[in-house]
């Protein structure tokens, strides 16, 4: 019983909810010396300390208080919650697009586990709906749980089981496709999908959340309607990823697959397009292009899906005093392929020389790009550019670091001819290699400079 009254608590803040007479899920009102608190009562983590009250405070947020501050706490109400959203049936509306939405897992699809203190993949797709009701208005969507993963632990065979559903939904006649995924390699799977489905004639969007569904600042609800609304109603038929725009909810982004990449840990807005501009903004009223050239939404059900994708591949990110045996190694146990995120314009220090040669000599296929992920790989600039490219290695173009790893996965997945392989690899698919970065290609302003404090408080105060 008392388990069940004071879930996780235990030592010396068990003893203060047992002294005042208070129990986990408790409306409460609580003294301290840091002044008064209001809220309810939560469980605690199975592995946290033993010196705080964690309590949800009327905002939505949680606050711990620390017990050695605390002079009397007393009961108000009680209402058990339950931190799940039941699964409603999605009315079907004559009239609007068709959308499906595959659910992989990630923070979009979760909830908090009090048990642990983690937000976990917990809620099914269909109950998506049961959070955003404004779904409803925006398309008839029907899901479909493929996984429940995190997106660390997205791969190959998960690659390839969502690029096969894609296409059997393009070939039953879907309007478009929403994707739900965890942010974190959501930039990944964008990527391995526009080279697995290729020239789609609907809209595929992956979207996520940086903030679960339980925060009240958590970004869920708008990226699913942004997602629902470019899906159905966009004429884009290509692999994006729609995020926030700006730090607000204003409006979302539209990203190109292959030139998005996630920047921030923790903003809404984290999600960037490098090295071009992004697609199109989006509201759940609107597809604004900003880009003139797209692939355009059409009536026929051709797709071309290539679920391919060789697994011993690595991407090594160069750093001062890299050891050769880091190259050997991958050599060693039977990498195929190797993608090095060099400095500058495509570099690596001379003692990687000899292992580089050898990883060759063995047909191992080494590709170069820049870890700066703007510009260009330009390895004839410099002797230790041209040093590395008659020892091997390939220049990649602009291509960013992750993207080049994907694909040379994805066609070392089709071929091990080398002459075939660079030739795929160079090949662009989707601007995953451009001609030229455009002038406003590459933004990054910094703070404090008074032209950009000027900016940001004339647009966004």
């Known amino acids: 019983m008392a388990e069940d009254i004071f879930q996780g608590y235990k030592g010396r803040a068990l003893q203060i909810l047992m002294k005042f007479n208070v129990r986990v899920w408790g409306q409460v009102e609580i003294d301290s010396t840091r002044g008064k608190f209001t809220g309810t009562v939560l469980p605690r983590a199975e592995n946290d300390d033993d010196m705080h009250i964690v309590i949800k405070i009327p905002t939505g947020y949680n606050v711990g208080i620390d017990i050695e501050t605390i002079t009397g706490i007393t009961e108000t109400g009680y209402k058990k919650a339950v931190y799940k959203i039941p699964e409603k049936e999605f009315p079907n509306t004559p009239g609007l697009p068709n959308v499906k939405l595959l659910g992989t897992g990630g923070t979009i699809a979760s909830r908090l586990d009090y048990r642990t203190g983690a937000v ?6 269909g109950e998506l709906y049961g959070a955003v009701p404004e779904l409803a208005s925006i398309c008839n969507l029907t899901t479909e749980k493929l996984f429940a993963v995190f997106s660390e632990n997205m791969g190959p065979d998960q690659y390839k089981k969502l690029a096969i559903a894609i296409g059997r939904e393009i070939e039953n006649g879907i309007d478009g496709i929403v994707i739900g995924h965890g942010t974190d390699t959501l930039h990944h799977t964008a990527t391995v999908l526009s080279f697995m489905v290729q020239n789609p004639p609907v809209p595929i969007v992956l979207v996520g959340s940086q903030r679960s569904s339980d925060r009240p600042s958590s970004d869920a609800a708008l990226n699913l309607q942004h997602a629902a609304f470019a899906a159905g109603h966009g004429d884009i038929a290509e692999v994006m990823v729609c995020m926030f725009g700006p730090t607000s909810d204003e409006y979302g982004l539209l990203h190109r697959g292959t030139r998005v990449r996630k920047m921030h840990s923790s903003y809404r807005s984290t999600f960037r397009t490098i090295g071009d501009t992004p697609l199109a903004t989006v509201t759940t009223k609107e597809v604004q292009p900003i880009k003139k050239v797209y692939n355009h939404r059409r009536k026929d059900r051709n797709v071309t899906v290539k679920p391919y994708f060789e697994e011993r591949v690595a991407m090594v990110y160069y750093y001062p005093n890299m050891f050769p045996d880091i190259i050997d190694s991958l050599v060693d146990n039977g990498y195929k392929g190797i993608i090095i995120a060099g400095t500058g314009l495509g570099h690596v220090n001379k003692p990687l020389y000899p292992a580089i040669e050898r990883a060759a000599k063995k047909g191992i296929h080494i590709y170069m790009t820049v870890q700066t992920l703007w510009g260009f790989v330009h390895m004839f600039v410099y002797d230790t550019g041209r040093d590395l490219m008659a020892k091997g290695i390939v220049p990649a173009a602009n291509m960013l670091p992750e993207v080049a790893y ?29 001609k030229r970065e455009p002038y406003n290609g590459y933004l990054v302003y910094q703070g404090g400079l008074p032209e950009v404090e000027e900016f940001i408080k004339k647009y966004h105060k």
């Open 120 to 125: 976990i993949p917990a809620f099914s797709p």
């Open 406 to 434: 994907i694909k040379l996965g994805w066609v070392l997945g089709q071929t091990s001819d080398p002459e075939e392989v660079r030739r795929m690899m160079l090949e662009p698919i989707c601007d995953d290699i451009t």
